[in-house]
């Protein structure tokens, strides 16, 4: 079964940092493009930021120079650096990714079950 699983999410006031991961589990044997989105209460789905195999990167508007998206293909883990932290940036952060299985199956939308991260002093 093909899983993602988020962590690092918490509490943190104002200005604060986090660090989330995203894990693949053993059935994967490779991310491919793999993005982080995130959901505030009563609000849309929206994409953070996104990076590709070879470690291009973009950020949504909002986040530009406080969040990194990284990854580590070894590991088949994925990061998001949250620093400058506001309380609009409360919201449940999810991980995306296309992966290919180790039964060499293409999945193209894989989901994790999501992470809440709280702004708040």
């Known amino acids: 079964q093909v899983q993602l699983v988020e962590s690092g999410g918490g509490l943190v006031q104002p200005g604060g940092s986090l660090r989330l991961s995203c894990a693949a589990s053993e059935s994967i044997l490779r991310m491919n493009v793999m993005a982080w989105y995130r959901q505030a209460p009563g609000k849309e789905r929206e994409l953070v930021a996104i990076?590709?195999?070879?470690?291009?990167?973009n950020y949504a508007d909002s986040v530009k120079g406080r969040f990194t998206i990284s990854r580590d293909n070894a590991k088949k883990t994925g990061y998001l650096q949250m620093n400058s932290l506001k309380p609009e940036d409360t919201a449940v952060y999810y991980c995306?990714?296309?992966?290919?299985?180790?039964?060499?199956?293409?999945?193209?939308?894989?989901w994790g079950q999501g992470t809440q991260v709280t702004v708040s002093s």
């Open positions: 995306n990714a296309a992966v290919i299985s180790t039964t060499y199956t293409v999945f193209n939308d894989v």
């Open positions: 990076i590709s195999t070879s470690g291009s990167a």
